[in-house]
């Protein structure tokens, strides 16, 4: 079997019930299954909310481990509208032309590095480097900064051994801490003296809303950028064809980033807690219950997407969700469309091929499910032309 390949646990089951049951820390979740429900609940901020106790909409639930409210994913509207109005336009700063050329020159050499470096792992030594010192641009802090953040290791809340390490969590909660107490505002700052120095609704943001914004600035664009760059590594390195086709059809890059992000859903599902009793795809729901949107499972929706199993670079229907959906969609998502982007057109520029040594799947156990959600570990080497 191809390396590369991310198979669909849900089929079966969204293709019969649309839904699925799945118990998590004695707080169980319904996963929605299917694209047009996936977005209706979206939709429905009132019913499905996602202003739970902090920690609570994310699966596996984080209750344990933080108090701090994420922002603006764990705020429902008007306020999230507010918050959102403040971001945007921080978080559209990669379709700059200086900011793309930064990043530019970060993965080219990065790139320049693992050509010279002979076998290497690409969560470590490539992934993870390339999402932290992408981060100082979006953060405009100093490129030295991601050293600090490549020794978090890939994921901020879970290590190997524990998917909910608390400690680990405290780490990145004291480093944020520090970081707001040493700024000072400035609005043209970095992204904490710029949140220092901004209103929401008339009022200065508090340390612990800034605290919030940057919690999910680090940790939702963490493990999910690493696996969409491994796995976009991964599909490269048993379809070397497919960097020519792009060498030669640059215009289909766009629509082949599109269908890399649908097929591999770097997040499988985000949770929303149910105000009041309801339904979902004609099961009851209680109020205070949780369900999930599996966005994973949407993307591969037989009834939306045309051989939703395969890969089609040039894919012109692609109404994924892989960065959610509706008033919630990823803010991240102009700085990883950017990531990808420079990926393609530098490995397209410079490798010739890619050869998987050995690897270590990173496979998430979902109830009834499991699916591969990336790699713990790829060991691969890269060629030049
Ligand atoms: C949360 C989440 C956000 C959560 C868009 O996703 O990403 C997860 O990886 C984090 O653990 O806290 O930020």
Redo the contacts with the bound molecule.
Sequence with gaps: MKKYLSPDPFKKARVTHGCAHMDEQNDPVTMILRLKDVRKTAHNWKTFHSGATP?RI?IPS?VNI?DTR?IP?EVDPPLHGSFRSLLEPWFKRPLESAYQEKLTQQVRALVDDVLEAGKIDVVEDFSLCLQSRALTLLLNTHASEADTWIGWGT????SEDDPLDGDKAALLYDYIDEQIKASTPDPEGNLYSVLLSAEVEGKKLTHEEIKGIM??TF??????VINAVTNTISYFAEHSESLVRLRNEPEIIGRAIEELLRYFAP?TQ?GRVVTDDTQVCEHAIKADSRVSLCWASANRDESVFESPEEVILDRKLNPHVSF?FSHHN?LGATHTRQIMRVLIETLIEKVSSIEIIDFEENVESLGEFERKVGFHQLNAKFNPH
């Design positions: 920690g994310v984080e933080r994420q994913f994921h901020v809340f879970r919690i999910l940790a939702g664009g963490r493990d999910t997040l985000m959610g990823c």
